[in-house]
């Protein structure tokens, strides 16, 4: 049995995609993983993101980013982006599913063309872009797949129908992913994120017109033990570990990185 070395949580040589990664969660985690020896390769929908990346990902130190523009629900696009990257820097070993939208609006009044929009970039994206990488993995002898699941992969709430449905698939396609490809030495893991202050939750966060706290905002305090809202950095580590070889033998398990909040029922009525 051979010791525990340290160095099992380094990506050093490693080649690591992550889809939407020009701010928010993916810029962090594509950091976390520059940090930790890989190179970074970073997605977005749009050439102006990408370039904003580019100065972003300079700025924190990290020189030899690459970056591609593409929609993760165009499979043509995907494979063409995945064959480029493959000739231009290498084969992925780490890919990180993390582009993702939502849309706000109670169920019966959705269109089903909104409906439909979320469940194409959270969970077909995801989908077409691993069935991409997936092949040139098992060539490789392994890779590492992380899909940014949600609470909404485990609990409901008002106005978030088609997210929850997404992130729902999500988690499912994660465990079958694992199920599928853990015999070629690829792991499959979902990160389940609690309430994270990145663009994508300010209008939860937004000051009243009295300067209080958004109603939802103080929900979320109370529904958290930690108390606070999660920042991007609290994610980093979690996705280094699942990223790693520290994590060869963990496969189809979403890590909920989310203060607690899926543990607790709620702030017990005062005695
Ligand atoms: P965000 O700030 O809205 O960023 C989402 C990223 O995805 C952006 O870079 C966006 O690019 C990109 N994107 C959207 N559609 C795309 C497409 N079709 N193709 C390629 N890129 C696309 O979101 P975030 O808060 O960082 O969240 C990132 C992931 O974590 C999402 O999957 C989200 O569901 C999940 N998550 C977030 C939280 C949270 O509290 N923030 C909690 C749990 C899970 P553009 O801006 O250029 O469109
Ligand atoms: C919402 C939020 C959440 C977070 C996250 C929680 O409107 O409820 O946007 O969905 O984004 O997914 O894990």
Not at 7 to 28: C, E, N, P, Q
Not at 221 to 245: C, H, M, N
Request: hydrophobic fraction near 45%; charge should be negative.
């Amino acid at each position: 049995m051979s010791e525990f070395n340290v160095d099992s949580f380094s990506l050093k040589g490693k080649v690591a995609l992550v889809t939407g990664a020009t701010y928010g969660i993916g810029f962090a985690l594509a950091k976390a993983f520059a940090y930790a020896g890989a190179t970074i390769v970073y997605n977005d929908i749009n050439q102006a993101a990408i370039l904003r990346g580019e100065i972003a990902y300079k700025e924190a130190g990290i020189e030899n980013a690459h970056g591609y523009v593409c929609d993760v629900t165009d499979e043509d696009a995907v494979n063409a982006m995945v064959a480029k990257i493959e000739k231009e820097v290498g084969v992925i070993d780490i890919l990180v599913n993390n582009a993702g939208i939502i849309k706000r609006i109670p169920m019966i009044e959705m269109a089903a063309k909104d409906f439909r929009q979320v469940i194409d970039i959270d969970l077909n994206g995801p989908f077409i872009v691993s069935k991409a990488v997936i092949p040139s993995m098992i060539k490789k002898g392994g890779g590492k797949i992380i899909n940014i699941c949600s609470m909404m992969s485990e609990l409901g709430r008002e106005t978030v129908s088609a997210y929850a449905a997404a992130k729902g698939g999500l988690k499912m396609l994660t465990r079958n992913i694992a199920s599928e490809y853990g015999k070629y030495n690829i792991q499959c893991n979902g990160i389940g994120p609690g309430y994270i202050a990145t663009p994508q939750t300010a209008p939860l966060r937004e000051l009243q017109a009295d300067g209080s706290r958004h109603p939802f905002d103080s929900f979320i305090i109370s529904k958290t033990p930690a108390a606070r809202w999660g920042e991007v950095s609290d994610l980093q580590g979690p996705a280094v570990f699942l990223a790693s070889p520290a994590s060869d033998f963990i496969n189809g398990h979403v890590l909920y990185v989310d203060g607690g909040i899926l543990a607790y029922i709620g702030q017990q009525p005062e005695e």
